[in-house]
């Protein structure tokens, strides 16, 4: 059966430009992680906070090394040494994450939060069938179900995503990419998380590929209702795909909207440049170079994080941190050029 | 609303790790195991420069020395004659092993006194500074042994070794550069030969030509020294073939010996030299264990033979443990050390088998 | 289970094949190039040992026609050959009329078995503790014990087997310093003989595992810790797995498919240490059995059992060759 979804279709339907009304399932509030080396922390990710709302997609779009997979990686908890969560609160249903001992942490994986990983080339363990991956993660955490039931609803999972059945019995090497990556996507919603964090789930595919993939996950997002936090750098990509719009800079969360608020007006400078620098088939358009320098992480300048390369830098900006302020319905913005 | 901090709060400082900065002494060839591997095989290069000067070498030859003479260190030995008078002997126990066929040991055990306690080693000689590691039953000084033998077998080692490495990067840069049939050919005899047990062929060719030279020793050793350096070259041949600096230098027109020699080497060495003490280790070993079949040079000490005529004088039973613990030891920290020297240099190829503290 | 396929098959039969008739070249070129004639100088050499050999005319010509030797060099392979696939080896020199397969036969059982028995437990034990050594969880304590086990790495096996003789069976007089069973005991499935040899069996089996364990140790750990920078390792642990399977089904699963090569690739190392073992400790396995080859000169026996062991080793590695696929799905008929 195959998934058809009109990519036109706006993703917003649905959400409308009031999400506040909405429930809160991910409220990530003052996050810091550091990675300790022999020259000092590096701040990968330097107070961040945002919100998820039930129901949505939210795209949190940055270059690489921004700091967006670490925060990821920080909402699961497996933060890899020498990186360290330093300080925030990771709320979860309501639940903090950050405090959590490694058994507490090991129920909520999975059952409340689950994954989508960015290669899924080499995400499923070479040794085990599909069937057995997708079955260790209902039984880690239902227990012992029986043969027959286990079968069917791994069966439904495959028809959700648009996956022949025949593949229950194969090994990850007899799949191609794009089927490796939707089991990754059918495992994720196995038990019905309440957000599904994917980090770049279509970065290691072609692009027919990345279509299907992209559709399968509008789909479980609209028939399941599930959240996600839809990690990537391709913006005419989270354009398709997500609701609202997170946009981080070197470790510190710069703009988040709604997605198309964010394309028709980009508030803060990086934004700007990010989108101008998204080739159109329509218009010729010079690359815009931007200049200046990128700061080291380990000694960040005070002030705003982005004056190195910001066109529309001020005195202020180098002194005084701007702080993510919400000065339209639902559009914040870290930035001075608009106090 | 949310709030940015201007500052790092005194709360959110992470533990700071030891503060080590960066300088010359991070560099991975200082790898403790290797350095560590390289001064004990120094130690016993030194034996061979450093023990003629001080020590008369020709007391390694047979019937040159006093016979069952025990370490100067040892205690409880040079009783009186009363003591020795009062001393029972010991029953003979069950030392001769009841083993089908026939037992080339079987004769000799039956003539010598049975081991046991301390006692009966006093059927041995007077310890003397004149031969401070003690004597054996041909009349041979153990120290003089050990300075004439120790050198001889890591000697053995390195030429094997070396001519197998040396085999080893003509076939292994050819197989890996060339490829197509001549790589396969190479492959599949170098695979095949990994796989006999070459100790096994080693005692055929050393029992048909009794007498074995130092040098002709190593040539056997390194018949069988080969497979493995080439089977190694060629994989890493195969990895950078198709790198991108090796095909810059294709295309730029450099001739196939420069692209093996300037491009692909340098980055093979760690590599290389791992697997070259390796084999050096390797051919040690074949080598120590032919000797101690019996199959070594005769005229010439060296350890392996040490211990088979320790062996075949039942020394172990007899307690005269001097007379097959030392070259047992000098064998030990000679393995050890090349062992040391592979492992250390696995680590500076392998950055990730440093472990964590490698990882910053 | 795996993906055994009748290309890998072939392939891996082939190779078994040739490294049989490489090997068995090689030990039958070696008298040929000795300097001499080979007959001439077995007998000199029987002679020179025990004095004066009966009929050696006789012999002489016996052997000439049973080996062909009077017949070119090609035929004489082809025969020799034959005769080996066939495990016609011939008669032994020194124990006459013996045949040389028979012996070997005798002796097979005890090498095998302490070859089996002895890898086995090295390789479960050592790639235990390697696997071990790379999980945080395991207690400090543990951990210690990887340099222990290393430390003996570097001791041949034989040369542990006289240490171990010494201080076991000189010293403390707790095991018996050689032989495989105690004397007055018959052969065969009784109680007193089986316990014998097991006791006769546990210096000598300690001597192979304690010396070889390091390797697999060091082994596993490397691979373990490569496999837990793979990319599954992170999925595994995203699933709230437990992380005792995390371990074992992720990592160590993973990890024991190049221990499983190298094990293949050493084994005629291990062979050729085991032989040593038996020399040491008199077992009457094949390695014995060609020392007292050795000694008296009995050609015949030594190239026969070489030829034994060229085929037993290759043999075990074709066995390990073919288990491969069953273990890693991934491989078909394609590896390394």
Not at chain 2, 292 to 312: D, H, N, Q, S
Not at chain 3, 18 to 30: A, M
Not at chain 3, 300 to 318: E, P, R, S, Y
Request: proline residues 6%; contains cysteine.
């Amino acid at each position: 059966m195959t998934v058809n979804l009109d990519p036109r279709t706006p993703a917003l339907a649905g959400v409308g430009a009031d999400s506040r009304s909405r429930e809160v399932v991910l409220d990530v509030r003052n996050l810091k992680v550091y990675y300790s080396t022999p020259t000092g922390n590096v701040r990968a990710v330097d107070d961040v906070s945002f919100k998820v709302y039930q129901g949505e997609i939210l795209g949190l779009v940055g270059e690489s090394g921004c700091g967006k997979t670490t925060t990821a990686m920080a909402i699961l908890r497996m933060v890899q040494p020498p990186g360290q969560i330093v300080g925030g609160q990771i709320l979860l249903d309501d639940t903090d994450l950050a405090p959590m001992s490694e058994r507490e942490l090991r129920d909520v994986r999975w059952n409340a939060l689950s994954l989508i990983p960015q290669g899924a080339m080499n995400s499923l363990n070479p040794i085990m069938r599909i069937k057995n991956q997708i079955g260790e993660a209902i039984e880690a955490h239902e227990g012992k179900q029986p043969k027959a039931k286990l079968k069917e609803r791994i069966f439904n999972l495959f028809t959700l995503v648009g996956l022949p059945s025949r593949i229950y019995d194969m090994y990850p090497h007899e799949l191609s990419g794009g089927m490796k990556q939707r089991v990754c996507i059918a495992m994720a919603i196995v038990l019905h998380p309440s957000l599904i964090i994917a980090d770049e789930p279509t970065s290691a595919l072609d692009v027919v590929v990345q279509r299907v993939v992209g559709q399968t996950l509008l789909d479980v997002k609209q028939r399941l209702g599930v959240s996600m936090i839809l990690i990537g750098h391709d913006m005419g990509l989270q354009a398709q795909l997500v609701d609202r719009l997170a946009v981080m800079y070197a470790g510190h969360m710069v703009e988040v909207a709604p997605v198309a608020n964010v394309f028709a007006e980009p508030m803060h400078p990086y934004t700007q440049l990010l989108i101008d620098s998204i080739p159109s088939i329509k218009q010729r358009k010079p690359l815009k170079l931007t200049e200046g320098l990128t700061h080291d992480l380990r000694n960040p300048p005070p002030g705003c994080i982005f004056q190195g390369r910001c066109p529309k830098v001020m005195e202020v900006c180098r002194s005084v941190k701007p702080l993510l302020t919400e000065y339209k319905l639902d559009h914040q913005v870290a930035c001075h050029l608009y106090e | 609303m949310t709030t940015s901090a201007q500052t790092v709060p005194a709360g959110d400082k992470i533990q700071p790790r030891k503060k080590s900065k960066l300088n010359r002494w991070d560099s991975p060839w200082l790898n403790g195991k290797f350095i560590a591997g390289v001064l004990m095989i120094g130690s016993i290069m030194m034996l061979g420069v450093v023990g003629p000067l001080f020590w008369d070498l020709t007391l390694s030859y047979p019937a040159s020395s006093p016979l069952n003479l025990p370490p100067v260190f040892v205690p409880g030995y040079g009783q009186t004659a009363e003591q020795i008078a009062a001393d029972k002997p010991q029953t003979e126990t069950t030392t001769t092993s009841s083993v089908t066929g026939g037992n080339p040991f079987k004769k000799q055990e039956a003539a010598k006194p049975s081991a046991g306690t301390a006692g009966s080693l006093v059927r041995f000689g007077t310890p003397t500074w004149a031969h401070p590691l003690g004597t054996e039953s041909n009349g041979r000084d153990m120290l003089a042994v050990l300075l004439v033998g120790a050198p001889r077998s890591l000697y053995i080692g390195l030429i094997a070794a070396t001519i197998g490495m040396f085999v080893g990067i003509i076939l292994g840069f050819t197989a890996g550069y060339m490829g197509g049939w001549v790589d396969a050919v190479i492959r599949t005899i170098s695979d095949s030969i990994v796989v006999i047990p070459s100790l096994a062929v080693l005692i055929v060719i050393a029992a048909y030509v009794r007498t074995v030279s130092i040098e002709s020793l190593a040539l056997l050793l390194a018949l069988f020294a080969w497979p493995g350096p080439t089977r190694l070259i060629r994989a890493q041949v195969l990895s950078m073939r198709e790198r991108g600096y090796v095909q810059m230098a294709r295309i730029s027109g450099a001739s196939a010996f420069s692209i093996m020699f300037k491009e692909m080497m340098p980055n093979m060495l760690p590599y290389l030299a791992a697997s070259y003490t390796g084999n050096v280790s390797g051919a040690i070993l074949a080598a120590a264990s032919l000797e101690a079949l019996g199959l070594g040079p005769t005229r010439i000490p060296t350890l392996g033979m040490t211990i088979f005529y320790a062996i075949r004088a039942a020394a172990v039973l007899r307690g005269m443990w001097w007379w097959w613990g030392i070259p047992i030891i000098a064998l030990i920290i000679v393995f050890s050390g090349l062992f040391l020297m592979t492992t250390g240099l696995d680590e500076i190829a392998n950055p990730r088998l440093r472990g964590r503290k490698a990882a910053a | 289970m795996g993906g055994l396929t009748w290309g890998y098959l072939l392939k891996r039969l082939g190779m078994w094949l040739l490294t049989i008739l490489i090997g068995t070249t090689i030990i039958f070129l070696i008298p040929r190039l000795a300097p001499g004639d080979p007959v001439a100088a077995m007998v000199g050499r029987m002679s020179a040992q025990s004095g004066f050999v009966e009929n050696s005319a006789q012999i002489i010509e016996a052997w000439r026609t049973k080996f062909g030797l009077d017949k070119p060099l090609w035929e004489q392979y082809v025969r020799y050959m034959g005769n080996s696939l066939r495990f016609d080896l011939g008669y032994s020199l020194a124990s006459f009329p013996s045949r040389v397969d028979k012996m070997v036969l005798n002796a097979l059982p005890w090498t095998v078995g302490l070859l089996l028995v002895a890898t086995l437990i090295s390789f479960v034990l050592g790639n235990t503790i390697g696997a071990l050594m790379a999980w945080e969880r395991t207690p400090r304590l543990l951990k210690s014990l990887l340099p222990v086990t290393l430390t003996f790495t570097s001791i041949p096996f034989f040369m542990l087997g006289i240490l171990l003789i010494y201080v076991f069976a000189f010293g403390l007089k707790w095991l018996p310093p050689s032989g495989a069973y105690g004397r007055n005991l018959v052969q065969g499935i009784n109680w007193p003989f089986i316990s014998s040899v097991g006791y006769h069996a546990i210096l000598p089996i300690m001597a192979i595992v304690i010396a070889s364990m390091g390797l697999w140790a060091l082994g596993m750990r490397g691979m373990m810790i490569t496999t837990s920078g793979e990319d599954y390792m992170i999925l595994a642990e995203a699933k709230g797995l437990r992380p005792s399977r995390v371990f074992w089904l992720y990592g160590v699963r993973n990890s024991i498919l190049p221990q499983v090569t190298a094990l293949a690739l050493n084994l005629g190392a291990i062979v050729a240490g085991s032989l040593l073992v038996e020399y040491i400790f008199a077992l009457p396995g094949v390695g014995y059995l060609l020392y007292q080859g050795i000694v008296t000169s009995d050609y015949t026996l030594i190239q026969g059992i070489v030829f034994i062991l060229i085929f037993v080793t290759a043999t075990l590695v074709l066995i390990l060759d073919l288990t491969y696929p069953l273990i890693d799905p991934r491989i078909t008929y394609e590896r390394g």
